[in-house]
């Protein structure tokens, strides 16, 4: 790693939501990068019962999108190389999920995954980015989690290729791949 892309790094882990602003003086657009609610927010429907799963339409630069995604609370977007990948909790205690979406530049959903289970807690954090296409987090029981983001997708077998608290929707691509090792709550 070079050390502008070190000091890239490095810089924008320490500033949050600056991370913008010090690669603009940086002289170039980062191929990953934490984006600001500003850049991009969302906004919670109101739910009719308190079993119903939460929704939220996305909110680019100040204006509302057509994009409508389950979760009640973004936690984190992140772009890279115009594509976008969202971080939602449900907002339910003793059993908060992490929802996260791979969206293409028109905020269209490509990939999905949900990370949790039934009587799981966990909070979102330590979000931290890894060029070129890495993001590491801890949710659930203080786990380790990292995930590789593709261009183009990776074919694979969804009953074997997903480590435990993982679920998908049942296609044979994916654009981004969840590593983990989640021990069993006590």
């Known amino acids: 790693m070079d050390w502008r892309r070190r000091l890239r790094y490095e810089w924008g882990y320490r500033c949050g939501e600056q991370q913008s602003l010090q690669l603009?003086?940086?002289?170039?657009?980062?191929k990953l990068r934490i984006l600001s609610?500003?850049?991009l927010s969302a906004r919670q429907f109101p739910t009719k019962a308190d079993s119903?799963?939460?929704q939220c339409k996305l909110i680019v630069e100040g204006k509302e999108s057509p994009t409508i995604l389950s979760g009640a609370i973004l936690e984190a977007a992140v772009r890279w190389n115009g594509y976008y990948f969202l971080f939602f909790?449900?907002?339910i205690p003793e059993e908060d999920m992490l929802s996260m979406y791979f969206l293409?530049?028109?905020?269209?959903?490509l990939d999905t995954a949900t990370l949790g289970g039934?009587?799981?807690t966990g909070n979102f954090r330590?979000?931290?980015l890894i060029e070129p296409n890495i993001l590491t987090f801890r949710f659930i029981g203080g786990t380790d989690w990292k995930i590789e983001l593709f261009e183009t997708p990776e074919y694979f077998l969804p009953f074997f290729?997903?480590?435990r608290g993982v679920t998908r929707k049942l296609t044979l691509k994916r654009y981004f791949k969840i590593f983990g090792n989640p021990k069993p709550e006590a």
Do not use: C, H, K, V
């Open 118 to 120: 039934a009587y799981s």
């Open 104 to 109: 293409d530049s028109n905020f269209r959903p």
């Open 126 to 128: 330590n979000l931290r």
């Open 37 to 39: 609610n500003g850049e």
């Open 89 to 91: 909790t449900d907002d």
């Open 161 to 163: 290729a997903e480590p």
């Open 24 to 30: 603009d003086w940086l002289g170039e657009m980062a």
């Open 52 to 54: 119903e799963i939460p």
